[in-house]
């Protein structure tokens, strides 16, 4: 059932809404919430959005609890095809927690806060940027990977990257769900602007695996899972671009390299200065590589998962 979480007024007489679909049966009261569509220009988590909701409706005699489904906390970046919140030049993901009474990004991040509340667990999702491509990955702090990594393990993911406390931002929705005891993980996958089936239908067979992990749907056809890696301590290389040009690459996504292997070429687009090469820096699980093929000095091409 389709439900408004907040509402603001607009210039001609538009609103803006933030709606989420409830898909609630049973007795049970556990709730699972999946948001999406913080950054206007991730579109990864639309589509898992629409099949879940699909599955569910399909599947309600399966389902004992609740599932909120939040597919545009930005609706007007996904409008105008922006990351950040139009008008504004602001990234919703730093207006965490938000408050009643300010901005109207502050007062819809303070909605969605209050929606969300009381929740067992909420996933995050996101998708890359419109420069790389990520393998489907969780990624959480050192201080939440003890509560959180069990879930994580659940979600079908390729890997699971336990950041420093130090990188995780206060003010995004994950950390201020996290602090009020609602167990949030954050999924980055696929790239920006963009939908990737596989990636999706991976995570919708996660997603499913945790319901039934949870006893919020019974087990009947229950999908089968890979187990990811979990980075607790294992570094990350990166791959840094030796100048600008057209980055062509030349190992497939997602596999495993190592060091000195040879991945692509920076090419100068007038002809006159020879290719760059670009080798792995270290062996490891090829996680994020450049899909914007225009690069300059120093601009991310690659990132690797250290092999232990």
């Known amino acids: 059932m389709a439900q408004t979480v907040a509402k603001f007024g607009l210039p001609v007489g538009e609103q803006l809404k933030i709606l989420k679909n409830s898909i609630s049966a049973g007795e049970a009261k556990k709730r699972l919430c999946i948001v999406t569509g913080t950054h206007g220009d ?41 990351r950040g919140i139009p008008g504004y030049d602001l990234d919703m993901n730093r207006t965490f927690p938000g408050t009643k009474h300010g901005t109207m990004p502050e007062m819809a991040a303070h909605a969605i806060m209050e929606d969300i509340s009381g929740a067992d667990v909420c996933i995050d999702i996101h998708a890359s940027n419109i420069f790389l491509r990520e393998l489907p990955q969780i990624r959480m702090s050192v201080p939440t990977a003890k509560t959180l990594l069990p879930y994580g393990e659940k979600l079908n993911v390729d890997f699971i990257w336990v950041h420093e406390s130090a990188t995780v931002l206060e003010s995004t929705l994950a950390h201020s769900l996290n ?95 020879e290719p760059e090469k670009v080798y792995a820096p270290c062996g490891g699980l090829l996680f994020t590589l450049r899909e914007y093929p225009v690069v300059y000095g120093g601009s991310l091409i690659a990132r690797i998962l250290k092999d232990n």
């Open 179 to 273: 602090s009020i005891g609602v167990k949030t993980l954050v999924v980055e996958m696929g790239v920006g602007m963009r939908i990737t089936k596989e990636y999706c239908r991976q995570l919708m067979d996660g997603i499913i695996n945790l319901l039934v992990s949870m006893e919020m749907l019974d087990d009947t056809e229950a999908p089968k899972v890979r187990k990811p890696i979990i980075s607790l301590d294992r570094a990350v290389g990166f791959v840094n671009s030796p100048a600008a040009g057209i980055f062509v690459p030349s190992v497939e996504f997602g596999v495993s390299l190592n060091e000195g292997d040879y991945i692509g070429d920076v090419l100068d687009p007038l002809g006159v200065k």
């Open 42 to 82: 991730e579109l990864e988590g639309q589509y898992i959005c629409c099949e879940l909701g699909r599955f569910l409706n399909e599947n309600i005699n399966r389902l004992n609890g609740t599932v909120d489904i939040y597919p545009a906390l930005n609706p007007l970046g996904i409008d105008t095809i922006m």
